[in-house]
């Protein structure tokens, strides 16, 4: 006694015209056994069901696009950031940590607990006569020069060391 349902398509000319539900439904009537048949038209709804699926996937398209593209924007921003942090806190011309990050590095070291204090050595190196490489083979010859100390100076200590350029030179 389950009513049979099906889903039609009516086509003529190879285009569907229509679409409707046929229920099938056996029921006594004049106490015999009969069909009863019924239709009902559901072209508009299947329509409308198409047209929503068209612009759900236009919306994901369009949310995937976005996704992309904010994912490309925060990479970007993050990037950016980066490199504002290490121009805030490295010398632009040797990598060096600056003044600012240097500062801040041995004001941590100094707030230490008593406990986790551990022994400290602070050395300043000043280049004599560094003036004079700038005014007699100019500024770019001088810049080699403080990138080939601040590269020797990198190599000769441990990397839990800090090197700082605070100066000229």
């Known amino acids: 006694d389950v009513p049979a349902e099906y889903e039609m ?5 190879q285009i569907i015209q229509c679409v409707v539900i ?3 439904n056996i029921i006594t009537y004049n106490d015999r056994p009969a069909t009863l048949v019924t ?4 072209t508009l709804r299947k ?12 919306l994901e398209e369009l949310v995937e696009e976005r996704t992309s593209e904010l994912k490309a924007e925060i990479w970007e921003r993050k ?3 980066n490199l504002l942090e290490e121009m805030a806190t490295h010398d632009t011309l040797t990598g060096l940590s600056n003044r600012i990050l240097f500062q801040a590095q041995f ?9 986790q204090k551990v022994p400290l050595a602070l050395l300043f190196i000043d280049l004599d006569g560094f003036k004079k490489i700038n005014v007699t083979f100019g500024h770019d010859c ?24 605070l100066g000229g030179d």
Not at 39 to 42: E, N, P, W, Y
Not at 48 to 57: A, G, N
Not at 107 to 115: I, N
């Open 142 to 165: 001088g810049d080699i020069v403080l990138k080939i100390v601040a590269k020797r100076l990198l190599s000769s200590v441990r990397a839990s060391d800090t090197v700082s350029r």
């Open 107 to 115: 004001k941590s070291l100094l707030e230490l607990p008593s406990e």
């Open 39 to 42: 239709l009902k038209d559901i």
């Open 9 to 13: 398509n009516i086509i003529k000319d």
């Open 79 to 81: 990037k950016a950031q």
């Open 22 to 24: 046929l229920n099938a």
């Open 47 to 58: 329509r409308q069901e198409e047209e929503l699926k068209i612009h759900r996937d236009r």
